[in-house]
């Protein structure tokens, strides 16, 4: 089999990111063009480990073709792995040397992310208190906090939220988006444990919501290491979806908390918090090249963090962002590697620094 070299390998689901791919052709046509760069797009089916090959959508310049290929130094990941094959096979993929593989993983195990980030000076300022739920926790929470939230640990999917709120009478209403129902206080213990069927889940101090549309008004903040080779902010997206149905606003996050009561830096503070958080989270996970953060806010507009994750993965949100902000999600992709590539970063091969940070971090993405 004669196979080419490339320079940058982007790595896709092929069932999951149709709505990304061929905006990648168009996109990565240009940037290969401008700067004669060979690119390859390919899946985790598509790649061989034993013969370090790739099948694959090659890209130079204006030219695409399907065909076979090395292994780049450089690979990109925007896909979400979730069967054992495929998490195995990008564990192996990355314990290779002279291969790089950035955003290795997309997926976060939410407990570690805010254990990690509660270190962070002034963190208390945009983190709730928060608790991996048991019986204990639940108990101690309940006593101390009138409303809570309960996320999954982790998902392959958006997460939703459950929202625990104490009556006049002192028993419980169970809100899981628009729908609610109550529970008396001696049975909440063995309600909350049958209702996450014994998944990991975090719990954290409620608060009471700005609403927005069908629910809490939520920003979505996507972080990508940019052409100088640190963090900087794509987009910033007005959403619902974790405790209410989905829902995208084209306005800004600015626009809707404009009157006087309300936070009227609100974007400034959102991005200026997300990138210390972004920069603090390198020490912890290596390789990272781009996140979402999803935060609420209180009734005064103050934001809080609700959710990190890894690059886009819902269609819902993506389809909606302006053309520009999906452009910029591949264009700093590209330039990343190529800031990568400039410099010489090269490491022989993930295996010691990203395990122990999956070990604590990633779960099984």
């Not at 990008?90 to 593989?101: A, F, P, T």
């Not at 997300?274 to 806010?297: A, N, Q, V």
């Amino acid at each position: 089999m004669q196979t080419e070299t490339v320079d940058f390998g982007f790595i896709y689901n092929a069932k999951k990111q149709q709505h990304i791919f061929p905006k990648m052709i168009v996109h990565f046509s240009k940037l290969s063009e401008e700067y004669n760069i060979r690119t390859v797009l390919f899946t985790l089916q598509n790649l061989d480990l034993e013969e370090q090959a790739i099948s694959g959508t090659i890209i130079e310049g204006d030219q695409v073709s399907q065909g076979f290929c090395e292994l780049p130094p450089l690979i990109y990941n925007f896909a979400l792995h979730s069967t054992e094959d495929k998490i195995e096979k990008m564990r192996n993929l990355r314990k290779m040397e002279n291969i790089m593989v950035i955003n290795p993983v997309n997926r976060f195990v939410q407990g570690i992310i805010f254990e990690m980030l509660a270190s962070l000076t002034g963190s208390e300022q945009f983190l709730l208190p928060s608790v991996t739920l048991n019986a204990a926790t639940l108990t101690e929470y309940l006593h101390k906090y009138d409303t809570l939230f309960l996320l999954p640990e982790k998902t392959f999917h958006p997460p939703k939220a459950v929202v625990i709120k104490k009556t006049q009478n002192d028993n419980y209403m169970i809100c899981i988006g628009q729908n609610g129902q109550i529970c008396e206080k001696n049975d909440i213990i063995n309600y909350i444990q049958k209702m996450t069927n014994n998944k990991k889940h975090i719990l954290m101090k409620g608060i009471e919501c700005f609403q927005w549309e069908n629910g809490p008004l939520e920003a979505r903040i996507y972080l990508q290491k940019d052409a100088n080779g640190g963090w900087s902010v794509t987009t910033i997206a007005a959403k619902n979806g974790i405790f209410s149905r989905n829902a995208f606003c084209s306005s800004k996050i600015s626009d809707i908390l404009c009157d006087p009561y309300h936070n009227k830096n609100v974007e400034e503070t959102l991005a200026d918090v997300s990138l210390r958080i972004g920069e603090f989270l390198d020490f912890y996970i290596p390789f990272m090249g781009s996140c979402t953060l999803d935060y609420i806010f209180d009734e005064n507009g103050c934001p809080y963090l609700i959710c990190v994750a890894g690059f886009e993965q819902d269609p819902y949100l993506y389809r909606h962002m302006d053309s520009e902000a999906q452009s910029n999600l591949l264009n700093n992709a590209f330039h990343y590697l190529l800031f990568l590539m400039h410099n010489h970063v090269t490491e022989r091969g993930q295996r010691d620094e990203v395990d122990q940070s999956g070990e604590r971090g990633h779960g099984g993405d």
